[in-house]
């Protein structure tokens, strides 16, 4: 058996993966066979793990004191209920039951997870609970994932379908549209990496343009404060803000402020009460021609990060999205030394420099494929002064 298994979202799961790591992170997240499954290590709070599943980008599930079984033949499935029987009636558990389950990469062949569900249903019928599909008192999360022939049942802290999940929602459809704005996915993925668990601290948009970034904290009940130097970006970023939080029949919320300023002297940008206090800083830093008029993108990101260092807190994380050549092969996740990322802008050897003047260290970077002449780079680092 194991004690905590997360199931995570197929649009990129080394990307969820990190996210994990940053939202439980007194936990060490270990992969497994399977892209999509991973184990949690050591104990966890059950309100915690459900509030986290709720508002992560790349998490769909996590189950606990799992039981795990690698699908080898027909005879085999008899011993995975046997233990799931077991599970069962040693729980000390009462009220009504569930069953929830699902399929990820793919089939296993010969198994049918409703088939194994219903026999799991059964098996709780007989052991005295009431059978309840829509909101049941306990209910077991069955997954069967194809890529790795692997069966996993275990107790569900907390389950979100993709038509319940933030996944679904396009930033096509606010009031306040531009064409650079980010997919609401990868923008919630990248407040949770950069500012970790949920807390009173604030997350910092310093570009905030239509305002992807803060639309998703403020959703998540984060506090948060986004700025541009444009009045326009400003009043339309704040639309979306409000638009979206009134389709959501959300009411109340952290605090956010969306404010004009400049992303290069933020100690006089940002309200004085929110200084030490911000944990994490996301940029997706414009290409072209910037509102910074002369300076060269890679001076504003410079200036942007030393700045930066005067607000935030001494642990604070940061990401960066950069537009990049597509990889020639495809892949999720790179190494900072690796000779495949060619920046659309600049050298990335000199990005490297300037992140080490800056005093950040890289700890991942990843991929993400936008079409067959546009790839994203997401980098994320930490501050190197710290400790």
Known sequence: MADNIACLRGWHPALAKAELSALFPNNEIICSNSQRLVSISGEIDIEKAARIIQYSSGTQAILHDCVIMNWGNESSIDDFISQISTKIETSGRSGSFGVTHW??????????????AGIIGGIAGRNGFTIDLDKPDNNLGLVLDGSSSQLVCGWLYEYVSKEGNSNTRRATERPFFKPISLDPKLARLAVNLASGPLNENAVLDPMTGTGGFVIEAALM?????????????????????????????????KQFEIIEGDATDLINSVPKRWHKKISGLVLDPP??????GSITHFDLIRNTLNSFRDIASNDATI?????????KESKLEVKQDSDEIIL???????????????????????????????????LHASNALQG
Not at 103 to 116: A, C, D, M, N, V
Not at 287 to 292: A, I, L, M, Q
Not at 319 to 327: A, E, K, S, T
């Open 103 to 116: 399929r990820q990469e793919g089939k296993i062949e010969g198994l049918s997870g409703s088939k194994i």
């Open 221 to 253: 009940g984060r506090n948060a404060v986004a700025i541009d130097l444009e009045q326009e970006m400003v009043d339309g970023a704040s639309k979306n803000v409000l638009w979206a939080l009134e389709c959501e029949g959300i009411t109340s919320t």
């Open 287 to 292: 290409y072209g021609r910037n509102s910074h």
């Open 319 to 327: 990401v960066l999205i950069l537009p990049i050549h597509p990889l």
């Open 344 to 378: 659309l802008h600049g050298e990335w050897r000199d990005f490297q420099k300037l992140l080490v003047e800056c005093n950040w260290k890289v700890e991942g970077l990843w991929i993400e494929h936008v079409h067959s002449s546009l790839g994203r780079l997401i």
